[in-house]
T-cell receptor, first 112, second 112 residues
Framework: GQQVMQIPQYQHVQEGEDFTTYCNSSTTLSNIQWYKQRPGGHPVFLIQLVKSGEVKKQKRLTFQFGEAKKNSSLHITATQTTDVGTYFCAVNYGGATNKLIFGTGTLLAVQP | KAGVTQTPRYLIKTRGQQVTLSCSPISGHRSVSWYQQTPGQGLQFLFEYFSETQRNKGNFPGRFSGRQFSNSRSEMNVSTLELGDSALYLC???????????FGPGTRLTVT
């Protein structure tokens, strides 16, 4: 099926370290969404980015949309054990389909 | 508002059988999407329904089908089950197509 690449696939950090995951598309995007899925849970919506170069913050999380609207990043400052989970980007190419395609996900493990 | 509900939560079936999963979206949400999640393949898009019409379809065989009712509730059906169909099936609803999605807890299907 259609998927979008996220890197890294897996990241293990010590509590307090920073973490970044990247989402890359070869095609210009209409918008991008980020979701978090805790172990054993379901994806939960975090944020949507629409504008070129947009930067949004949620406490320790910073989301960025690339200038060309082809890539995005999620950065967590000073990770905590509550940040554990898989982070997915979901891209929308727009047009008639308006379909969301989920990225491959980045699994974050935080060691206390 | 009540969240997205899915029934049943767990299901065990044998190869060759068929199964129907149900999803009730958040009240007022008209778009319902279905995803298959497996450890190896991540979140794979199955289909999206809006106003009782299938708007998008992922790359799954015809054994996977769905429908949406006038109250926006949705069902998906898998016929002639295969071992590889074992997965977590997630339903997500959104107010508008392509907007932030709210996921249900999922149905864990095991095919033996």
């Amino acid at each position: 099926g259609q998927q979008v690449m996220q890197i890294p696939q897996y990241q293990h950090v010590q509590e307090g370290e920073d973490f970044t995951t990247y989402c890359n598309s070869s095609t210009t995007l209409s918008n991008i969404q980020w979701y978090k899925q805790r172990p054993g849970g379901h994806p939960v919506f975090l944020i949507q980015l629409v504008k070129s170069g947009e930067v949004k913050k949620q406490k320790r999380l910073t989301f960025q949309f690339g200038e060309a609207k082809k890539n995005s990043s999620l950065h967590i400052t000073a990770t905590q054990t509550t940040d554990v989970g898989t982070y997915f980007c979901a891209v929308n190419y727009g047009g008639a389909t308006n379909k969301l395609i989920f990225g491959t996900g980045t699994l974050l493990a935080v060691q206390p | 508002k009540a969240g997205v509900t899915q029934t049943p939560r767990y299901l065990i079936k044998t190869r060759g059988q068929q199964v129907t999963l149900s999803c009730s979206p958040i009240s007022g949400h008209r778009s319902v999407s279905w995803y298959q999640q497996t450890p190896g393949q991540g979140l794979q898009f199955l289909f999206e329904y809006f106003s009782e019409t299938q708007r998008n379809k992922g790359n799954f065989p015809g054994r996977f089908s769905g429908r949406q009712f006038s109250n926006s509730r949705s069902e998906m059906n898998v016929s002639t089950l295969e071992l590889g169909d074992s997965a977590l099936y997630l339903c997500a609803s959104s107010l508008f197509r392509g907007h932030e999605q709210y996921f249900g807890p999922g149905t864990r299907l095991t095919v033996t």
